[in-house]
């Protein structure tokens, strides 16, 4: 096992009311840290999920393990072929290698504190969400930036099942 020092020099403050935030109704992402800011130790962002909303489809991240802290509402989370329920002040915890997902879970909205560890530049990636959504790229576009941000996308008959 090897141990990751990050190195950076300052403390690392961001005020609510000058993050960026990215998207809306129904899904908005805050961006928090992102890894150049922490010495590639982190990187954190806070989605706000309406009712039902998806946060993101199936996926996995070969060089970070991804943390869910449910701040309030609830959430589900695929990990694997496995689908939890998280509540406020859960924490689910997704390692390396391992499909996941999330949304809202029917009937209540969700707002989580999302963090990668180690940290991958990520601002950027949900920019380009935010592209597409208002239809200035497309979907098939992130095809090409999978390996740029560690975000590789994949089928769940899980996650599809329970989301159709």
Excluded at 22 to 48: C, E
Excluded at 74 to 98: F, H, N, Q, Y
């Amino acid at each position: 096992m090897s141990l990751f020092v990050p190195r950076f020099d300052e403390t690392v403050l961001v005020r609510d009311a000058e993050a960026e935030v990215v998207g809306g109704d129904p899904v908005a992402v805050r961006l928090l840290a992102d890894s150049s800011a922490t010495g590639g130790a982190l990187s954190t962002v806070r989605i706000t999920l309406a009712e039902g909303a998806d946060g993101a489809r199936p996926h996995v991240h070969h060089h970070s393990a991804e943390m869910f802290y449910l701040l309030d509402g609830a959430a589900e989370v695929l990990s694997g072929d496995d689908v939890v329920t998280a509540g406020r002040g859960d924490l689910v915890i997704v390692p390396p290698d391992r499909p996941h997902a999330f949304s809202a879970a029917p009937g209540s909205t969700a707002d989580l504190l999302v963090v990668i560890t180690p940290g991958v530049e990520r601002f950027a990636y949900f920019r380009h969400l935010q592209r597409i959504r208002l239809g200035k790229a497309t979907r098939e576009s992130l095809l090409e930036v999978q390996e740029l941000y560690d975000n590789h996308f994949l089928k769940s008959e899980t996650w599809d099942t329970r989301h159709r």
